[in-house]
């Protein structure tokens, strides 16, 4: 026999026996040892696998068959069931956390600057005259059209949710009645509510104040941002996703009130004697002022939002530069209330930063500080220059896998099989 081919059955045997003892333990319910002791205490046995160890191969092994990570039901699955953790599952669900972001963002501004806008085209374009203009004041933003289709993705939610199987105290559930009871009980509430096209449903009714109930109930579809705040939750001991979560939180809250700030202009603006609102001010600015007769006049969508956005920065900011500054008294208490806000905001994201500075520096500390003692252990045994370096080189080997953590803790955490499974896995 070749040394090679020697080698590796001797290997072959050697993880053999480990498994076999691995697998014993568990069927006696032993606590389970880390593979690292076994490795060392078998170094001696590689030969030792003997005529019984092999009948009971069969039987272990098949005692392993019946311990998953995650037990089925025995029944068959029902007709177009999907895995929760199938591919196609993750795909659709990224998907939905995209389409929730993007509601996010333009359910706010569709709700303020579009939809009332929107109205007002509509009419117009019941006229033949306007009708037949090319001007792009008569012509409906595509942002309405995406929503329309964001609404539809969002109600083929609700249908996958339906087949979609869960977890229920480490058993798969594939049961379709199950599946459904479980989901009208959890999600499926929110998710109708959210899914719901109120503006679509009362669009062109010609009444602006229909059109601006069907906007304050267009925002429920935000609802599903609790959906996002689940997946978040597993980003949080990232100290850089943390803190570009925050930063990305504060901007979307900065959006969220400028669409706000604006929606009070919008409906005060007409109610005031003189032309007193930051709106009026935008428009003398821009040279486009408000008409009379035309709702659609004034200055363009593009110029109030940023403005709006502007204001609400720099009041969150509390910087309030003052170019933008609010009238009416419904403004006041606006700012007020963002101003505070802002404080807590402010609050928030220093004390996160500090605290993510301080963990990232408390494990260059650490590091620097085992490297000193490494060093000082060197200088105090008068190690030879070539161990030295070899020790230093293997401290910072290990560092660059464990980043300071200890592997024999974690493996007394986990659980035996746990600890089969990754044994299986690197053999």
Request: with cysteine.
């Amino acid at each position: 026999m070749l040394p090679c081919e020697d080698e590796t059955s001797r290997k072959k045997a050697k993880d053999k026996f480990i498994m076999l003892k691995v697998l014993k333990e568990l069927k006696g319910k032993k606590s389970f040892r880390p593979i690292a002791e076994e490795t060392e205490k078998t170094t001696d046995h590689d030969t030792e696998t003997t005529d019984r160890d092999k009948d009971t191969t069969s039987e272990d092994f098949n005692f392993l068959e019946q311990v998953p990570v995650s037990k089925m039901q025995r029944q068959q699955p029902a007709k177009f069931i999907i895995l929760h953790y199938s591919p196609f599952k993750a795909v659709w669900d990224w998907i939905v956390l995209i389409l929730v972001l993007y509601t996010a963002v333009f359910t706010p501004y569709v709700v303020a600057f579009l939809l009332n806008e929107d109205e007002t085209r509509m009419r117009l374009n019941r006229n033949s005259w306007t009708r037949s203009q090319s001007d792009e004041n008569t012509k409906a933003d595509p942002l309405v059209l995406i929503d329309l289709i964001v609404d539809l993705m969002f109600i083929a939610d609700i249908v996958i949710n339906f087949r979609t199987t869960y977890l229920h105290n480490g058993e798969v559930v594939i049961c379709a009645k199950k599946i459904a009871k479980n989901y009208v009980k959890g999600w499926f509430v929110i998710d109708t509510i959210a899914a719901i096209p109120f503006d679509l449903l009362l669009f062109g009714s010609g009444n602006s104040q229909t059109m601006t109930i069907a906007g304050f109930l267009k925002l429920a579809r935000l609802l599903r941002l609790l959906r996002v705040l689940r997946r978040i939750e597993q980003f949080a001991e990232y100290g850089a996703a943390v803190l570009m979560l925050l930063m990305v939180s504060f901007t979307l809250i900065a959006h969220w009130l400028a669409c706000i700030f604006y929606a009070i202009a919008y409906f005060e603006r007409p109610t005031l004697v003189a032309e007193i609102s930051w709106l009026d001010v935008l428009a003398k600015q821009c040279n486009r002022p408000y008409m009379v007769n035309n709702t659609l006049s004034g200055p363009t969508i593009r110029s109030k939002y940023i403005t709006a956005l502007y204001f609400t920065f720099t009041t969150l900011t509390s910087i309030g530069f003052g170019n933008i500054a609010p009238v009416t008294n419904a403004e006041k208490i606006f700012a007020i209330f963002a101003m505070l806000l802002g404080s807590l905001l402010s609050a928030a994201i220093f004390g996160n930063v500090s605290s993510i500075m301080l963990r990232v520096y408390q494990g260059s500390d650490e590091f620097h500080e085992k490297v000193q003692s490494i060093k000082e252990f060197i200088g105090f045994h008068h190690l030879p220059k070539n161990l030295a370096t070899r020790l230093q080189e293997s401290f910072q080997h290990t560092w660059s896998y464990t980043n300071g953590i200890d592997m024999n803790n974690v493996s007394t955490c986990m659980k035996g099989f746990e600890l089969t499974l990754i044994y299986m896995f690197k053999c």
